[in-house]
């Protein structure tokens, strides 16, 4: 521990936010199974602490394990349906694994608890366009245009796709 941190030790004494700051300095340096050990120490006191659960998930994404960082999110999410941010990353895992499916479906499952965020609409839209055949090109200009409806000032990706 270096000096800095057992000041704040000293200071605050321990508390699961300086535990996880350890945590992310541990990634920071690249000492990612270290990081794995605080983070589970942390889920052993609190196995609800979402924050520890999902920077486990960034370090298994990070070390390169993609297949357990699908499967820990898959988990995650089977606790916290409703995080919205956490389907996108298993979107974002299922996209780079070539699943468009699952990729679909997550967004999806995104747009049930934020159905006014044109974002969502046109990652949608950009996952029904990489399948490429036609039903998904129409499907996807549907998405392309809701995401134009809801933000038409800064959008041209949608504008581009709409096409």
């Known amino acids: 521990m270096d000096w800095a941190t057992r000041k704040i030790f000293s200071t605050f004494g321990s508390s699961w936010r300086l535990n996880r700051l350890i945590g992310m300095k541990r990634e920071a340096i690249g000492d990612n199974e270290e990081s794995m050990v ?23 994404r990070t070390s390169g394990k993609l297949s357990e960082a699908t499967a820990h999110l898959c988990w995650y999410l089977k606790i916290y349906l409703s995080d919205v941010d956490a389907w996108c990353e298993l979107a974002d895992l299922y996209i780079s694994a070539g699943s468009y ?3 679909i479906y997550c967004y999806n ?11 969502l609409y046109l990652r949608l839209g950009d996952v029904y366009y990489t ?8 499907t996807a200009r549907h998405y392309y245009s809701k995401s134009l409806t809801l933000n038409s000032k800064h959008n041209v990706r949608a504008m581009y796709g709409e096409r």
């Open 109 to 119: 499952e995104a747009l049930l608890y934020e159905k006014s965020n044109w974002a």
């Open 38 to 60: 605080v983070y589970e120490n942390m889920l052993e006191k609190d196995p609800n602490n979402r924050a520890a659960l999902k920077r486990q998930v960034t370090v298994l």
């Open 131 to 138: 399948l490429s055949d036609e039903n998904s090109m129409l």
């Open 101 to 103: 499916p699952q990729a």
